[in-house]
């Protein structure tokens, strides 16, 4: 039987939806008992949000001071005494687990599976490769530990409605003090978060300027969705690097994608490319964008954006 | 700061169109154009840059692999780096040792920073920074937008998914990057030239003596799925009713 560890992010107040897809790609292993630990210096509230989850079978807590921020060095020895006795260790394919779990792979002697898209067995995975131009079909030892990242994109959030027990824990590890948080500075604004909006309007370098993309944010606030931008729109600074959508950026999967004056990168398409339904809006009839979205409109963005905001 | 080691891998250019060999077993690599991955190009600049200013005294561009990455290793010295370790091997290597192979140049170089792409575009790993400062047991920093070195600490402005997040680490260490950290020079003819004569180490991988992990077993590449083309329409008027046919809005 599989016993899964599965890696909570949070911001120290609220748990991550990243968790609740690694809960749901964990529950696709058959008969996996599913454990979810969550480091902080206060954990009592991310725990219970946690321990809500469906297929979660109990939370585990860490509480120290130490682990107030994410700091992948602090938190990966904390990790290797805790996965004792489990046979998978997973965390998300995000920004906080792609940190952290090679650090926990290479400190438990093993080789790491990044991105699992599709579990095939309890030791065989899909994964993309090539920026996701081709899939991996990979293979674990069956008598080590597996330790993978979730390719949070590809799994629908796991239930809530579950009240899993929770226990805390002391882990007695040594603890590093050569890396040190410094701050984050985050655009955190009132719109859906990027990552798990149902729906999301991205804007492209045809935008022009930051002030040009204030169209794309009020058709997005008419429609309630999240905000993105291709990587050319952000290299020339319109907008914030944390709204990046693509290969390099964020992997997204809303039911609803419009894409503006976006020329349609394939760094940018692996981004988008488990979205519903993409709509895309721009002027080249011939851009690639149009080969992938299922409605197009071709026009000038200027005159169709607000006018398309008035029609909703 | 005396060394800086930068890895630089061989991987198909990222302008190629990458397509899957019809029998599953890779991808096509057979005259396909090979370039030092992206970010690793990103990595060098940045070790160049320090270099220049000062804060270091020695960039040192390693390679793993068939005796080709020599090609990428020449490109970065004609950047700028001034010497060259191939560590050659003619198989596929798992991050882990790659990760091992990375920690005993450290102890034979005695460096204090390794500065690596945050990925290789090839294999989307994105694992060995980590795995070697975890094996190292130094601080490491990924997704790299800003470096600042201050003596022996250095602040590190790293893109994660909420924004933009500082570190400060004590090195030496090891510091992985991301796109927006530079733009990598162009490399000139008599850079070229000269970079000819620069040194360049080959060593046999098992003269290291360096195990790997437990493998990850690689069974079959397959095409993604791909997206259908779909309908257009005229106008907004189109567009709405189309979304609503869809129940969207």
């Known amino acids: 039987m599989s016993k899964i560890l599965v890696i909570a992010e949070h911001d120290g107040v609220m748990l991550n939806p990243s968790t609740a897809k690694t809960v749901s790609c964990a529950s696709k292993i058959d008969g996996a008992e599913i454990d979810v630990v969550v480091f902080a210096s206060s954990a009592k509230e991310i725990a219970g949000q946690a321990a809500a989850l469906q297929s979660v079978t109990r939370v585990l807590t860490v509480e120290r001071q130490e682990n107030e921020h994410a700091v992948a060095a602090v938190l990966a020895p904390q990790i290797v005494v805790l996965c004792e006795g489990y046979s998978h260790v997973f965390g998300p394919s995000t920004t906080f687990g792609r940190d952290l779990m090679p650090q926990v792979a290479a400190l438990l002697g093993v080789n790491q599976i990044s991105d699992i898209m599709s579990v095939l067995s309890s030791h065989s995975f899909k994964r993309p490769v090539y920026a996701g131009n081709a899939i991996l079909t990979v293979e674990a030892p069956v008598d080590q530990i597996v330790v993978a990242t979730v390719r949070t994109a590809s799994y629908a959030a796991s239930g809530t409605g579950n009240s899993a027990p929770v226990s805390t824990t002391n882990v007695d590890a040594e603890l590093p003090t050569h890396t040190r948080f410094v701050d984050l500075q985050s655009g955190a604004t009132d719109r859906p978060d990027l990552q798990t909006a149902n729906k999301v309007v991205s804007g492209g370098r045809a935008l022009g300027s930051s002030e040009n993309f204030e169209i794309i944010y009020k058709l997005a606030d008419k429609l309630g969705a999240g905000v993105g931008a291709s990587r050319a729109a952000v290299d020339a600074g319109y907008v914030p690097n944390e709204m990046q959508v693509g290969q390099t950026g964020k992997i997204i999967a809303p039911d609803l994608y419009i894409a503006i004056g976006i020329s349609g990168a394939i760094q940018h398409l692996t981004g988008i490319k488990d979205a519903g339904t993409i709509v895309a809006i721009n002027k080249d009839e011939e851009a690639p964008i149009f080969e992938v979205a299922d409605i197009g409109l071709a026009g000038d963005l200027f005159s169709i954006v607000p006018e398309l905001t008035d029609a909703l | ?249």
Do not use: C
């Open chain 2, 1 to 249: 700061m005396e060394k800086i080691l930068v890895g630089l891998k061989r991987v198909v250019d990222y302008n190629v169109r990458v397509r899957v060999k019809s029998d599953g077993s890779g991808v096509e690599t057979d005259g396909v154009k090979m370039s030092i991955n992206p970010f690793d190009e990103i990595a060098l600049e940045e070790a160049l840059r320090m270099k220049e200013r000062g804060d270091a005294s020695e960039v040192i561009v390693v390679s793993i692999g068939a005796t080709e990455a020599q090609q990428q290793l020449r490109t970065g010295l004609a950047m700028g780096a001034d010497r060259a370790i191939l560590i050659e091997s003619s198989g596929e290597l798992d991050p882990l040792r790659v990760a091992r192979i990375f920690k005993a140049l450290v102890d034979r170089e005695d460096a204090d920073l390794v500065l690596l792409g945050k990925q290789a575009i090839d294999d989307d790993n994105n694992q060995m920074g980590q795995m070697l400062a975890a094996i190292w047991g130094r601080p490491q920093a990924t997704f790299a937008s800003r470096i600042e070195l201050n003596g022996n600490t250095a602040r590190v402005t790293r893109e994660v998914d909420a924004g933009l997040e500082t570190n400060e680490i004590d090195l030496p260490g090891v510091i992985t990057v991301d796109l927006r950290l530079n733009e990598p020079r162009y490399v000139k003819l008599p850079d070229i030239m000269k970079a000819k004569k620069k040194p360049m180490d080959v060593i046999p991988l098992a003269e290291l003596d360096v195990e790997g992990g437990p493998a990850i077993r690689e069974l079959t590449y397959e095409a993604p799925a791909t997206r259908e083309r779909g309908i257009m329409v005229d106008d907004v008027a189109g567009l709405v009713a189309a979304l609503k046919d869809r129940g969207l809005i």
